[in-house]
């Protein structure tokens, strides 16, 4: 490496971290004072402040470099440049027959580095932490309950509607389910005032346990319902080991994906995502096979935002760097803008096949950004 190349990396590394750190810090102190009274709750029903402050933050400083990463990226790029620039050491570089490439190419070398490290964050940092990031402050240790994000269970084709979720417990307060027309003997819905999760064991398999059943009635007297061989619905007609008032459904669909059902599946690794689409127990929707496909082309839309974003700083010769820094936000924001509005009409089936709308953005970017840094050759 020569010197000018560790001139502008080292520079480049400064900057990024200086922006890293101060957004990290502003987050934690923000969020700590809204939150300060459910961490002094939890620190007085656990070992103290500093470990509920480590494990709680730790995780969301991942997420802030996954989630800002290309944009920091970016400032730090156009920082350096802008600080060469004001200080005439670009003017001198370029007089000594330098292109503008050539001092830029160290800069997209740390960004090849910077969307490396993004993609071990993202596929193998970050889904450690999903539970912990699907909580927040007042959700922490699962005692506070959730509202029932709706899921249906592929195989038996059963729907869980409605409750208050307690992950703490494995339980559910007042739940819904929804029953498909092979459990016509029992009915369409079945309403009870709490459910319990059980793992599968030699009466029954994986399900919910619900007591004081409410609707129907008659469950008591209504026989088991199987499906292929396998028991379905179990009521105490049959099955000795439950009591009054009292029915089993099964049900393979984790607790937690009931209480935070998005929000896990959003900090997943990709395998997972995957393989919950390939999951024949649970439901997926067009926006999932999106996202899926949204996290595969991810590293390149990173790289197309500095593709895009150099060029137009490097070319106005700008020596103010809050001028630069709003050009920076505005193509990061306009670049955001359009992978929403593609994801959505993906979404919505609107662009077909689904997956070609994660990929739209990345044929339209990819060679803009290209075409814009081969300026920087003139």
């Not at 920091?72 to 790029?77: I, K, N, T, W, Y």
């Not at 740390?110 to 539970?131: A, G």
């Not at 009870?192 to 919910?208: K, T, V």
């Not at 390939?278 to 929707?285: A, F, P, T, Y």
């Amino acid at each position: 490496m020569k010197v000018m190349d560790r001139y502008v990396v080292a520079m480049f590394l400064k900057i990024f971290a200086i922006c890293l750190i101060c957004l990290t810090g502003l987050f934690v102190v923000v969020d700590a004072f809204s939150n300060l009274e459910e961490f002094v709750e939890l620190a007085q029903k656990s070992s103290g402040m500093i470990p509920i402050l480590y494990t709680y933050y730790v995780p969301r400083a991942l997420e802030i470099f996954d989630r800002t990463n290309a944009f920091m990226a970016l400032s730090a790029a156009i920082g350096t440049l802008v600080w060469m620039q004001r200080f005439n050491e670009l003017a001198a570089v370029e007089a000594g027959g330098i292109p503008k490439s050539r001092i830029v190419r160290p800069i997209l070398w740390c960004m090849l580095v910077l969307v490396s490290l993004s993609m071990v964050n993202r596929e193998f940092l970050i889904p450690r932490f999903r539970e912990s990031l699907a909580r927040n402050a007042q959700s922490w240790d699962g005692t506070e309950s959730q509202s029932v994000s709706p899921q249906q269970d592929q195989v038996t084709d059963v729907w869980i509607l409605g409750g208050k979720v307690t992950p703490a417990e494995k339980k559910i307060e007042k739940p819904e389910f929804r029953l498909p027309p092979t459990c016509a003997s029992i009915g369409s819905n079945v309403f009870a005032e709490s459910a319990s999760r059980l793992e599968a064991n030699d009466q029954h398999p994986a399900g919910f346990l619900l007591r004081q059943v409410n609707q129907p009635t008659d469950t008591d007297r209504k026989a088991s319902v199987y499906l292929d061989g396998e028991p379905l619905i179990q009521t105490p007609s049959d099955q000795s080991w439950l009591g009054q008032r009292e029915v089993f459904i099964a049900c393979e669909i984790p607790l937690n994906d009931i209480a935070f059902g998005p929000k896990l599946r959003r900090y997943s690794s990709l395998a997972q995502q995957v393989a919950e689409l390939r999951n024949s127990s649970v439901s997926s929707s067009n926006r999932q096979k999106v996202e899926v496909h949204a996290r595969i082309v991810r590293p390149a839309l990173d790289f197309a935002i500095l593709l895009i974003g150099l060029p137009l700083v490097v070319s106005r010769r700008d020596r103010n760097f809050f001028l630069a820094l709003g050009i920076c936000l505005i193509v990061v924001t306009s670049i955001q803008v359009l992978i929403i509005i593609t994801h959505a009409l993906g979404a919505s089936r609107i662009i077909v096949p689904t997956a070609l709308a994660a990929w739209l953005p990345v044929i339209a970017l990819l060679p803009v950004g290209t075409a814009m840094h081969a300026r920087l050759e003139n």
